[in-house]
């Protein structure tokens, strides 16, 4: 299993967030694929659909295509920082992605342009919820 590597501020309570969400983002990744247009079909993926392709009775993702594992760390960072940064950020702006640009070289040492969107999207995640709460 991959290593995770944790930006300073990240704690238990992050991870404990991180691991309730996770399944959501692997759900969203596979449909967004196909909502946008992706040559990929309506997956509608599943618990049962996981269990199929950990036992090689359905096709896993070929290689070249970024899988919802090349990007958890990004969505999971992202998510975990909205958490730690609300007191001081209210919305994505260039000043919040600044400090998280530098949180994510500092843990991941760069490639801050492959993740950025996936980075938001965990960031939007927790803010979209609360928002849904308040209305």
Same mark, same amino acid.
């Given at each position: 299993? $991959?290593?995770?590597?944790?930006?300073?501020?990240?704690? !238990?309570?992050?991870?404990?967030?991180?691991?309730?969400?996770?399944?959501?983002? %692997?759900?969203?990744?596979?449909? +967004? *694929?196909?909502?946008?247009?992706?040559?990929?079909?309506?997956?509608? !993926?599943?618990?049962?659909? +996981?269990? %199929?392709?950990?036992?090689? $009775?359905?096709?896993?993702?070929?290689?070249?295509?970024?899988?919802?594992?090349?990007?958890?760390?990004?969505?999971?960072? =992202?998510?975990?920082?909205? #958490?730690?940064?609300? $007191?001081?950020? $209210?919305?994505?702006?260039?000043?919040? &992605? +600044?400090?998280?640009? &530098?949180?994510?070289? !500092? +843990?991941? =040492?760069?490639?801050?342009?492959?993740?950025? #969107?996936?980075?938001?999207?965990?960031?939007?995640?927790?803010?979209? *919820? &609360?928002?849904? *709460?308040?209305?």
């Amino acid at each position: 299993m $991959k290593e995770r590597r944790n930006p300073s501020w990240w704690n !238990q309570e992050h991870e404990s967030a991180w691991e309730r969400v996770k399944e959501a983002f %692997k759900r969203d990744w596979d449909q +967004t *694929k196909h909502d946008m247009g992706g040559n990929e079909p309506d997956t509608d !993926q599943d618990v049962d659909d +996981t269990v %199929k392709q950990a036992a090689g $009775k359905q096709p896993i993702p070929p290689r070249g295509h970024r899988t919802y594992e090349d990007v958890e760390d990004a969505y999971r960072f =992202g998510y975990g920082a909205r #958490s730690h940064y609300a $007191k001081y950020y $209210k919305d994505w702006d260039d000043e919040v &992605e +600044t400090q998280l640009r &530098e949180d994510w070289e !500092q +843990t991941y =040492g760069g490639r801050w342009t492959d993740y950025r #969107s996936a980075v938001r999207l965990g960031w939007e995640r927790d803010h979209d *919820k &609360e928002m849904r *709460k308040a209305a």
